[in-house]
Nanobody, 115 residues
Framework: QVQLVESGGGLVQPGGSLRLSCAAS????????MGWYRQVPGNQREQVAVITSTGRTNYADSVKGRFTISRDNHQSTVYLEMNRLKPEDTAVYYC?????????WGQGTQVTVSS
């Protein structure tokens, strides 16, 4: 059974930082592309950052220079380091793993940026 478990969300002031983690089980983690997505109620889920199995990264323009995605294949964990957070970063953040037709999602973790 595949499980993706996110952690690290919470309430932070504008300009602050958070680090999200996503621990995967039930998959051969190293061969999967991993990503972080976010969704605000009423809006479509949007891609935030992706890291491929070979370590290539891609970021949404809105987070470039502020967010960093990384992975630890030994720990089967993907991270999202979020700096200089803005109120518009407020959303539920979801972890995703993808390999060809296999596509898995975590349950999401809430990030709220507010003073």
């Amino acid at each position: 059974q595949v499980q993706l478990v996110e952690s690290g969300g919470g309430l932070v002031q504008p300009g602050g930082s958070l680090r999200l983690s996503c621990a995967a089980s039930g998959i051969i983690f190293s061969v999967y592309d991993m990503g972080w997505y976010r969704q605000v109620p009423g809006n479509q889920r949007e891609q935030v950052a992706v890291i491929t199995s070979t370590g290539r990264t891609n970021y949404a323009d809105s987070v470039k220079g502020r967010f960093t995605i990384s992975r630890d294949n030994h720990q089967s964990t993907v991270y999202l380091e979020m700096n200089r957070l803005k109120p518009e970063d407020t959303a539920v953040y979801y972890c995703n793993s993808r390999l060809r037709s296999s596509d898995y999602w975590g349950q999401g973790t809430q990030v709220t940026v507010s003073s």
